[in-house]
């Protein structure tokens, strides 16, 4: 997949993960674009290991899978700024 491919994938799955899961987080479009390629990446890793599926190619499987990395990523930020303050 190119880095265009990756970039809409991310921003797809940031913004699912944002959705699914508001808050009053402080992120930025940028943030949340890079989390969502962060979590493409977290959730592809993880997608592989337990058979469920990759981020190999722009789908809807791929953007299920990289949302959830999304939210694990999501949820991990805020815990530890939950803690932080």
Known sequence: MGIFSWIILGL????????IMPGKDDLGFIITILLGIAGA???GFLGSLVGLGST??????????ATMGALLLLFLYRQFKQKSS
């Open 56 to 65: 190999d190619e722009l789908s809807i499987g791929s953007i299920l899978t």
């Open 12 to 19: 797809i799955a940031g913004v699912l993960a944002k959705w």
């Open 41 to 43: 990446f977290v959730g």
